[in-house]
């Protein structure tokens, strides 16, 4: 059982459409962090949200932190084919354990032209 | 600068037999993490090192699995002897501070355990 549930699994839309993807748990965490992965290759960190209610934009990304810590969600507006990609939330549960990370299973986005 | 880098990239075994996957990260970063990745569990963390000390292995699956960090500069993650169900991608990441910095991830390593 995964302690942090993403929704959906998959996501297909196409270029210039919005999409929502949720990171949901019934635990609370120090910090939550987004990571986008390509095929081949490690997730490459896109950002940490650490307080409850945290909203986080980077370009067309806007990602909020719930206020309880428990959830957060990541918004991309416009979407371009460069965010195709597994997106994945992980979250730390306390603050001296940020390194001892607990990963979402990812939800698969592909953006078609 | 190189970023973390993983060898072999691609293993392919018979079980039974056993496997050594490489580390070696950015130079400077004080701190080293093991992750697998399966479809069926996603990334789970195995291990991992603070100043080549094992910090936390609560996340190797069984007595198969064991990891060493010799130097600054190096790591091994062993499994011996190797089963179909280790078939997996195992990712090394590494930091500066293991609670306050990033982790970078290497491309991984994808086993496959026949």
């Known amino acids: 059982t995964q302690l942090l549930e993403q929704s959906p699994q998959f996501l297909s839309i196409q270029e210039g459409e919005n999409l929502t993807v949720y990171c949901n748990s019934s635990?609370?965490?120090?910090?939550l962090q987004w990571y986008r992965q390509e095929p081949g290759e490690g997730p490459v960190l896109l950002v940490t949200v650490v307080t409850g209610g945290e909203v986080k934009k980077l370009k067309r990304l806007t990602f909020q932190f719930g206020d309880a810590r428990k959830d957060s969600s990541l918004h991309i507006t416009a979407a371009q084919t460069g965010d195709t990609g597994l997106y994945l939330c992980a979250g730390a549960r306390t603050t001296d354990s940020w390194g001892k990370l607990q990963f979402g299973a990812g939800t698969q986005v592909v953006v078609t032209p | 600068d190189a970023g973390v880098i993983q060898s072999p990239r691609h293993e392919v075994t018979e079980m039974g037999q056993e496997v050594t996957l490489r580390c070696k990260p950015i130079?400077?970063?004080?701190?080293l993490f093991w992750y697998r990745q399966t479809m069926m569990r996603g990334l789970e963390l195995l291990i991992y090192f603070n100043n080549n000390v094992p910090i936390d292995d609560s996340g190797m699956p069984e007595d198969r699995f064991s990891a060493k960090m010799p130097n600054a500069s190096f790591s091994t993650l062993k499994i011996q002897p190797s089963e179909p169900r280790d078939s997996a991608v195992y990712f090394c990441a590494s930091s500066l501070d293991p609670v306050t910095d990033t982790q970078y991830f290497g491309p991984g390593t994808r086993l496959t355990v026949l």
């Open positions: 130079s400077g970063h004080n701190s």
């Open positions: 635990s609370v965490f120090s910090s």
